[in-house]
């Protein structure tokens, strides 16, 4: 029988999210602090360590891939990443999480280099309000970046807004229109206890508050034909056949009992929940050993010991001590 991934609760993993830096050009307010010390050059793990742990998660059932950070593509080359792991036996789908501002320089090289997948997260279609959300300038080289990717042939691009209430709940239409207007998938994702910031429950704008919005100002929308009810993302489609809108709603319909998906940080060390408190290094492994058992069994360690799902909706959740930029969204 084929090697597989299964944890004790019957959650078969096939995806893994790969954190390829912890720096960003950018500082969202709900993703980390302001003043931030970035992990050191040599902490990272290099192109041919991420693919050889790669190679070794394939064996075991990992077929997709999802290059993340901070941001990614201040990681130098990272289309010479993307080139190692498309051509690994077994992978069959890489795909990246961006800002998207240095996307137009590097689109095409990405695209070319194999990448087919690719989110880029803008939050509002406001200057001043991108300002504050980011601390930085840059919702221009953003929407560049779009653009580029669109020219360079991805389709779908998923636009990733994270929809706080009272911050960017009225974002929302602009935004789905924006993306209808451009033939962009939209995606709006409910915002989580992991930044630097001090989450409250209040600011979490809901699903259901999201779609009536969209529904009340733009028109109605219908669960998309291919909805898997096991998706992270609840998939929706506009009767006037204007396009998609996916929701990830991790607070109000958390997606945990569907969990396939482990995650490797910048600086090696595997998770096996965003909400984890513990993570298994494997540096060390790839660092001191060419044998690969130790590292399997460390990537079926991570699987057999993961709980049931986050516990942000009861008392006993405790936020990570990593911030979101250190993992990897
Ligand atoms: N820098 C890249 C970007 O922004 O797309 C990749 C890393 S970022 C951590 C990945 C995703 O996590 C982004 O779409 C971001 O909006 C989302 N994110 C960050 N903090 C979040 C939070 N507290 N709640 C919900 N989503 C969050
Ligand atoms: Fe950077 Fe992405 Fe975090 Fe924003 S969400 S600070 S762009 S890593």
Redesign the pocket.
Known sequence: MPAELRDTFGRLHNNLRISVTDR?NLR?T??MPEEVSFMERQELLTFEEIARFVRIAATLGINKIRL?????LLRKDLAKLVRLLVGIDGIQDVGL???GMLLGDQAQALWDAGLRRINI?LDTLDAERFRQLTRRDGLERTIDGIMAARRAGFDPVKI?A?AIRGITDHEVVPLARFAREHGLQMRF?E??P??ADEWERDKVYYAHEILEQIEGEIGPLVPASDYDPRAPAMEFEYIDGGGRVGIIASISRPFCNHCNRLRLTADGKLRNCLFALDEIDVKGFLRTSQQDDALVEAIMRSVATKWEGHEINTARFIKPLRT??TI??
């Open positions: 960003c969202c709900y993703c993340t950070g901070g941001e990614p999480t961006t800002n997260s990733n994270v994702i915002y989580m992991i930044g979101m930029h990897g969204g």
